[in-house]
C-alpha cells in the first residue's frame, strides 16, 4: 500500500501538517508530492507559519522520493487546491489526495489499494473517498454513493484531467430531468441549485469552491464515489487559522474506525439511498437528518388536522 503516490496539499499549519506526517511515517509511503500555496501578504503572521509548515518536510526521513511545488505568490485555498491536484495528475495515474489538514486512519490506505485494483477498469467510478458521515448499520464494507467527499481522498488521472473547473454544461443542466432526478428532495434540489447558479451570474463572484464544482461533474458524467462503511479519515482543521471551517461540524467528524478485513463487497453499484438522503441533510444542509424529518411529519400533522 506504500507504493500509492500521495498528494500532500499544504499551507500554514504546521502543527496539522506534523500529525499527517507521523501517519505517513507509518506506512512509510515511497512516493510523496507536496504542494506549498505562497502567503498572504495581508496576513502578518502568514510568510513565518508558511516557513514553518514548508520546514517541516525534512521529518519525511525515510527512504522515498519526494516531488516539491511551492508557490511565491499566494493562490487562494480554491485555486491552490485545484492546481495541486492537476499538477500531481499530470505526474501519476492513481494517487491519494490529503490536504495538511486530514488525517487518515491507517486502514484507508490498505482499502483504497484494495479498490483501486478493484475498480480500475469501471468507468463508472469517479473517486474512492474515505469519509463516512452517516450514522447507521451498513450491510456492506462500502457503498456507492454520488456525494464526492474529499477530506482524504483518492481518484485516476483518467478522471481529473476531463474536469473542466468552469462546469460550462451546468447551463444545459439545470433544467433536465435529469437534475431533478439527480436531486429529488425538495431542499436538494433548491440547494444545490442555488449553488451552482452563482457560475451564471457574472455581476456576482462566484464563490463556488473546486470540490463542489467537482462533484457536479461527476453528477453530470454519472460517476459514482466509493464510501466506506467507517468514517476512515478525520479531518483536524476546524479552528480559527481554518480558511473555511472555522466551526466544528460534529456530525461531519465523528471518530475514526478500522474497517475489517477481507471487504465484503456489494454488488456491482449498490445504492443505498438511505444513506443518500441521510447523507445530504448531514453534510450540506448542516441539520440533523433526524430533525428534519420529525418536522415533516409534524407539519403533515398540522395540515390534516385543520383539514379535517
Given at each position: 500500500?506504500?507504493?500509492?503516490?500521495?498528494?500532500?496539499?499544504?499551507?500554514?499549519?504546521?502543527?496539522?501538517?506534523?500529525?499527517?506526517?507521523?501517519?505517513?511515517?507509518?506506512?512509510?509511503?515511497?512516493?510523496?508530492?507536496?504542494?506549498?500555496?505562497?502567503?498572504?501578504?495581508?496576513?502578518?503572521?502568514?510568510?513565518?507559519?508558511?516557513?514553518?509548515?514548508?520546514?517541516?518536510?525534512?521529518?519525511?526521513?525515510?527512504?522515498?522520493?519526494?516531488?516539491?511545488?511551492?508557490?511565491?505568490?499566494?493562490?487562494?485555498?480554491?485555486?491552490?487546491?485545484?492546481?495541486?491536484?492537476?499538477?500531481?495528475?499530470?505526474?501519476?495515474?492513481?494517487?491519494?489526495?490529503?490536504?495538511?489538514?486530514?488525517?487518515?486512519?491507517?486502514?484507508?490506505?490498505?482499502?483504497?489499494?484494495?479498490?483501486k485494483s478493484k475498480y480500475s477498469k469501471d468507468k463508472n467510478i469517479g473517486i474512492i473517498s474515505g469519509n463516512n458521515f452517516v450514522r447507521k448499520k451498513y450491510k456492506y464494507s462500502y457503498l456507492f454513493s454520488k456525494w464526492t467527499h474529499i477530506w482524504g481522498w483518492a481518484t485516476w488521472k483518467k478522471n481529473w484531467i476531463r474536469f473542466d473547473y468552469k462546469i460550462p454544461f451546468w447551463k444545459q443542466l439545470r433544467n433536465t430531468k435529469k437534475w431533478k432526478l439527480l436531486n429529488n428532495d425538495f431542499n436538494e434540489y433548491k440547494t444545490f441549485t442555488h449553488v451552482f447558479d452563482q457560475s451564471l451570474n457574472k455581476n456576482?463572484?462566484?464563490?463556488?469552491?473546486?470540490?463542489?464544482?467537482?462533484?457536479?461533474?461527476?453528477?453530470?458524467?454519472?460517476?459514482?464515489?466509493?464510501?466506506?462503511?467507517?468514517?476512515?479519515?478525520?479531518?483536524?482543521?476546524?479552528?480559527?487559522?481554518?480558511?473555511?471551517?472555522?466551526?466544528?461540524?460534529?456530525?461531519?467528524?465523528?471518530?475514526?474506525?478500522?474497517?475489517?478485513?477481507?471487504?465484503?463487497?456489494?454488488?456491482?453499484?449498490?445504492?443505498?439511498?438511505?444513506?443518500?438522503?441521510?447523507?445530504?441533510?448531514?453534510?450540506?444542509?448542516?441539520?440533523?437528518?433526524?430533525?428534519?424529518?420529525?418536522?415533516?411529519?409534524?407539519?403533515?400533522?398540522?395540515?390534516?388536522?385543520?383539514?379535517?
Amino acid at each position: 500500500m506504500n507504493n500509492i503516490p500521495i498528494l500532500l496539499i499544504i499551507y500554514n499549519r504546521p502543527n496539522n501538517f506534523k500529525e499527517l506526517i507521523k501517519k505517513l511515517k507509518i506506512i512509510k509511503s515511497k512516493k510523496i508530492y507536496i504542494f506549498a500555496d505562497g502567503p498572504n501578504k495581508l496576513k502578518i503572521k502568514d510568510p513565518s507559519l508558511c516557513e514553518k509548515t514548508r520546514i517541516l518536510t525534512s521529518k519525511i526521513n525515510w527512504k522515498c522520493k519526494i516531488y516539491k511545488n511551492y508557490q511565491k505568490e499566494n493562490l487562494g485555498v480554491d485555486l491552490a487546491v485545484y492546481n495541486a491536484i492537476t499538477w500531481f495528475f499530470n505526474k501519476v495515474e492513481f494517487g491519494i489526495i490529503l490536504e495538511d489538514d486530514c488525517i487518515p486512519n491507517l486502514s484507508f490506505f490498505k482499502f483504497v489499494k484494495i479498490l483501486k485494483s478493484k475498480y480500475s477498469k469501471d468507468k463508472n467510478i469517479g473517486i474512492i473517498s474515505g469519509n463516512n458521515f452517516v450514522r447507521k448499520k451498513y450491510k456492506y464494507s462500502y457503498l456507492f454513493s454520488k456525494w464526492t467527499h474529499i477530506w482524504g481522498w483518492a481518484t485516476w488521472k483518467k478522471n481529473w484531467i476531463r474536469f473542466d473547473y468552469k462546469i460550462p454544461f451546468w447551463k444545459q443542466l439545470r433544467n433536465t430531468k435529469k437534475w431533478k432526478l439527480l436531486n429529488n428532495d425538495f431542499n436538494e434540489y433548491k440547494t444545490f441549485t442555488h449553488v451552482f447558479d452563482q457560475s451564471l451570474n457574472k455581476n456576482k463572484k462566484d464563490k463556488i469552491t473546486w470540490d463542489y464544482r467537482f462533484m457536479l461533474y461527476n453528477w453530470y458524467k454519472n460517476k459514482l464515489s466509493i464510501v466506506p462503511k467507517s468514517n476512515l479519515v478525520k479531518n483536524i482543521g476546524f479552528n480559527k487559522n481554518a480558511t473555511h471551517t472555522f466551526k466544528r461540524n460534529k456530525n461531519m467528524n465523528y471518530k475514526l474506525k478500522d474497517l475489517q478485513y477481507p471487504l465484503i463487497h456489494p454488488s456491482k453499484n449498490y445504492i443505498d439511498n438511505d444513506f443518500e438522503k441521510k447523507n445530504f441533510y448531514t453534510s450540506y444542509y448542516n441539520k440533523s437528518y433526524f430533525f428534519i424529518e420529525i418536522c415533516k411529519n409534524l407539519k403533515f400533522q398540522i395540515k390534516n388536522f385543520f383539514n379535517d
